[in-house]
């Protein structure tokens, strides 16, 4: 078991967050941005495509939806690069990719090549979204980890706001090519992140350990992690070195021959305790990022322009009003996930959020039902709907309040819990996987959204939302552990999961 860093008190831990950890968790994060831009400024951008290539509902939801199911793949992809190159040249090499990206977003002539444009920038969110969590929980403390990795969250969130505010801006000049500069202005924070990786950020030292280089990983502990205190280094390099060669040593003694291939062996293997724990970890991770994005969260913030028109928001000046309250909200509301969920821990945080989700949903579908305004979204769009000033307020106020529920807990403590509980050797590629699911889910429900609402009306779309996330607060319940406080050592052991068996675990290289 892990060396337990009860010692240190909080203002020590506060100390040393050095200018240096700061520089590194920002500039990793800045890599959310670019997901959150895309996010933000597509629900301005996508009404003026539509409006000068002349795009159907089904070419509208592909262009929206496919960027989440091309970074679902590149999440894969970027757990196991993350392992073979390191985590700084996977932050550059998506940096590049997503600045390649949003220049072919901004001079595509047309819907093919807008779509190679989707390609590539859905490719660039998949690697920084994967990784930025992960690089910030290996540099974190572990009594602050949760804070510190919610900040990929926090960029998420400015990122959308940004999209919202340069949408709006930029909507007043020609349509023929605002909607060109909205997206080209998504290059901007690809340069940063990629000068950011050149110039300022070091590698993980839990991935240099992983890979031999004991001094390199030393000298990253003193000026991030350890704050240039030698004794909690070598403390907690030891600690690293130590976990990693049980997991080695347990991979080494687990190598493959034929004789493994028999059904008896396969079936002790699949019994024992090393690979139940393991399978339990993955169930964890999976489900936490599955049930965040089915709470249709993406759904409301890609389209939250039509659903506020469907309530009778008519003006620029009303849908900016609505859009940017979705935005602050949300910017608001993970800000008290990022300073409590350290404290108040992990799983009370995600039932409170669900809860809240749960009512808020109801009250959405409830007065659209009351007001019959619950029609099909791609007859309003260009439309105006006569309802009172008093009811769109009502559901401007509740998908806000949705959207404050969801940002402090599901928001950003998906991305941590699936960030801390593996070992070294499975951490980046189980991450990649569950941003996998992530992304995968979410990209699933910006897709068919519009194509839901017109068959089972918007209530009875925001309802599905509410059943995943009744669901959600059984999985929490009943399969989550409290993360809260462990080092990644003691969790990658198995420390938070209650034991199956008597057994001591070691958890190997061995894929799930």
């Known amino acids: 078991m892990a060396v337990s860093e009860d010692a240190p008190t909080n203002e020590q831990q506060n100390r040393r967050l050095t200018f240096h950890t700061w520089c590194c968790i920002l500039l990793t994060t800045v890599s959310a941005m670019l997901m959150g831009y895309d996010v933000g400024i597509m629900s301005s951008a996508i009404l003026f495509i539509t409006e000068e290539l002349k795009l159907s509902t089904l070419k509208q939801e592909v262009i929206v939806g496919s960027l989440n ?30 600045f390649v990206g949003a220049v072919i977003l901004a001079a595509a002539p047309g819907f093919s090549l807008l779509m190679v444009g989707r390609v590539l920038t859905g490719i660039g969110v998949g690697f920084a979204m994967m990784i930025a ?40 000049l020609d ?58 280094t070598q403390r907690r390099l030891v600690e690293i070195i130590e976990a990693n060669e049980a997991e080695q040593s347990n991979h080494s003694s687990g190598g493959f021959t034929w004789s493994k291939l028999r059904f008896s062996y396969m079936k002790d293997r699949l019994r024992s305790p090393s690979f139940c724990l393991l399978a339990r970890m993955y169930v964890v991770a999976l489900g936490v990022n599955f049930f965040q994005q089915a709470a249709g969260i993406e759904a409301t913030v890609y389209y939250s322009p039509v659903v506020f028109k469907i309530a009778g928001v008519k003006s620029r000046l009303g849908m900016l009003g609505a859009t940017m309250g979705v935005g602050l909200t949300k910017l ?20 409170l959020s669900s809860s809240g989700i749960i009512l808020c949903l109801i009250i959405v579908m409830s007065t659209f039902v009351a007001l019959k305004i619950n029609v099909d979204p791609t007859k309003v769009m260009g439309g105006d709907r006569q309802v009172s000033l008093g009811s769109a307020v009502v559901i401007v106020v509740a998908i806000c309040t949705y959207i404050a529920f969801f940002s402090m807990g599901w928001g950003p403590i998906a991305y941590v819990i699936a960030s801390e509980v593996f070992p070294l050797s499975h ?13 995968a889910v979410s990209g699933t429900v910006a ?6 609402a017109q068959a089972m009306t918007p209530a009875g779309a925001f309802g599905l939302f509410t059943a995943f996330t009744v669901l959600s607060i059984l999985f929490v319940t009943l399969v989550v552990p409290e993360t809260k406080g462990k080092t990644l050592e003691e969790l990658g052991q198995g420390g938070g999961f209650a034991p199956l068996h008597n057994d001591n675990i070691e958890l190997g290289g061995s894929p799930l």
């Open 133 to 172: 969590p992960l690089y910030s929980a290996e540099i974190s403390p572990a009594r602050v980890r949760g804070f510190l990795v919610s900040f990929t969250e926090i960029f998420v969130d400015v990122g959308i706001l940004l999209g919202y505010v340069v949408g709006f801006v930029f909507q007043f």
């Open 175 to 232: 349509p023929s090519y605002n909607w060109r500069l909205m997206l080209g202005v998504g290059a901007l924070p690809a340069i940063i992140l990629a000068y950011g990786t050149i110039f300022i950020l070091p590698e993980s030292p839990r991935w240099l350990v992983m890979h031999g280089r004991h001094e390199d990983a030393m000298k990253v502990l003193e000026i991030t992690v350890c704050a240039e205190d030698d004794k909690e």
């Open 427 to 439: 951490r980046s590629k189980a991450l990649g996987w569950s941003m996998f699911v992530n992304r």
């Open 332 to 351: 608001a509301f993970v800000l008290v996930a990022t300073f409590t969920l350290d404290k108040v821990g992990r799983k009370k945080l995600l039932i």
């Open 69 to 98: 199911l091309v970074a679902a793949v590149g999440a894969i992809a970027a757990g196991f690069f993350a392992n073979r190159f390191g985590r700084r040249d996977t932050l550059g090499f998506a940096a590049f990719v997503f």
């Open 447 to 452: 897709l068919t959204f519009l194509s839901m």
